[in-house]
DNA sequence: CACAGATGCTTCGAATCCGAAGCACTAACT
DNA sequence: AGTTAGTGCTTCGGATTCGAAGCATCTGTG
């Protein structure tokens, strides 16, 4: 474990923080928006944006928790939530009785357009002003590819439960 | 409000989508390692390493909470924890008795030192392995613009107390 | 100097979050 | 069918988070 010690040069030390800095502010002010705009924290407008995306407005619990990267647990107390307050519906799979299918409400949906301009405005205002056309292709090509490969390495807690090896 | 209805296109969505999973996704492995090698908690880190790359090894609680983009009372919070562990010391600031400089003690530093392989472990594994040079070199670029254009603008809860306007 | 406003931090209460444990159902193997 | 492992979700307890309110200090102005 942690057999490579090297350390980062600049460029690279600039990139992490960098990222985790934009993110932050980034989160930060869109959380202020979505709540003024329609009393939404980031997570639950994350779901409820999902959700409207999906063909059919319904995704799994499991598939909705991986899908924003967070916990099973803290997706069911936002899913309550957002249950009791009519802007999704949950119910028991067909197929798999173990498995909860959540739906998108019409109240969702929205909630949704009443709130997605203001977040537009503050993700133009704040990430995409000060680049260029190139830029946002960069940003869009190297994290994408970043994502790919995180998401390709086990993607929740690592050790796969048993390993049926020959 | 919103008076720019106008929509993104599929490359701007995707660098925008991807930027939040990449750090979603980082945050939360790093988060583990960290846990498990020194159990920090991914702020208690980034607090640490500030402190450690300070000249001399201490910050005002305002600074360090704008720098990590974090709430005053979430800090007030992580800094007794951290107090009470030994790894920082707090003391009222010389010059302006209001002030609370926290300080990175020998402990603190050892437990950086402890954690560090790892973490960067991490970062090479997830972050910088799918990338070529230049991809890291434009993501610190652009990444590093957006930066200063969000601390450029009113850095924390918009509206500045009072407008001493002419 | 007295005072109002600004600033720095903490306390408080409520909301949110996570991992571990538990419950229910499904799949695989015999 | 019976047994064992795997999967999906929720409940539980504790930790963390934030904003609002409160307290103390500082600053600028009369």
Redesign the interface.
């Known amino acids: 474990?942690?057999?490579?010690?090297?350390?980062?040069d600049s460029?690279?030390l600039?990139?992490?923080f960098?990222?985790?800095?934009?993110?932050?502010?980034?989160?930060?002010?869109v959380e202020?928006q979505l709540r003024g705009a329609g009393d939404l924290s980031y997570v639950q407008f994350?779901l409820l944006a999902r959700l409207g995306n999906s063909p059919d407005g319904s995704y799994r619990m499991t598939d909705l928790a991986d899908g924003?990267?967070y916990s099973r647990s803290g997706l069911t107390y936002q899913a309550q939530s957002l249950e009791q307050r009519g802007l999704v519906t949950r119910a028991p799979s067909p197929d798999d009785e173990r498995s909860t299918t959540v739906t998108i409400t019409q109240q969702g949906r929205d909630t949704l357009t009443k709130v997605f301009?203001?977040h537009?405005?503050v993700?133009?205002?704040?990430?995409?002003?000060?680049?260029e056309r190139a830029?946002?292709?960069?940003?869009?090509d190297?994290?994408?590819?970043?994502?790919?490969?995180?998401?390709a390495?086990p993607p929740r807690?690592a050790a796969p439960r048993r390993r049926r090896t020959s």
């Open positions: 474990m942690a057999d490579t010690p090297r350390s980062f460029t690279e600039g990139a992490y960098a990222l985790i800095e934009v993110s932050s502010l980034l989160r930060h002010t202020q994350q924003v990267v301009p203001g537009i405005a993700l133009d205002e704040l990430l995409f002003e000060p680049l830029d946002v292709e960069a940003m869009a190297v994290l994408g590819r970043v994502r790919d490969h995180m998401r390495a807690s």
